[in-house]
């Protein structure tokens, strides 16, 4: 897991939410990758750690 401050967000990593149509409006987000494909799976709510672990298919 990378936590990302967003005012300190590395431009290429930027470029990359942009080119996969992953726009963060709300805090807390949450965006996974996967093999170079990028997933936002919250937005402005806080999951549960279960909540997170269903959404990314790990038990």
């Known amino acids: 897991m990378r ?4 005012d300190e967000m590395d ?3 930027e470029f990359r ?7 963060v409006a ?3 987000s949450i965006i ?3 093999n170079g494909t990028l997933k936002l ?5 806080v999951p549960t750690v279960e ?3 269903k959404a990314v ?3």
Do not use: H, I, M
């Open 26 to 28: 709300s805090t807390p």
């Open 51 to 53: 909540g997170v672990r």
């Open 3 to 6: 936590l990302v401050d967003l």
């Open 17 to 23: 939410l942009l080119e996969n149509q992953v726009f």
């Open 41 to 45: 799976l919250y937005s402005g709510v």
């Open 32 to 34: 996974v990758e996967n």
């Open 11 to 13: 431009p290429d990593f």
């Open 57 to 59: 298919g790990a038990s």
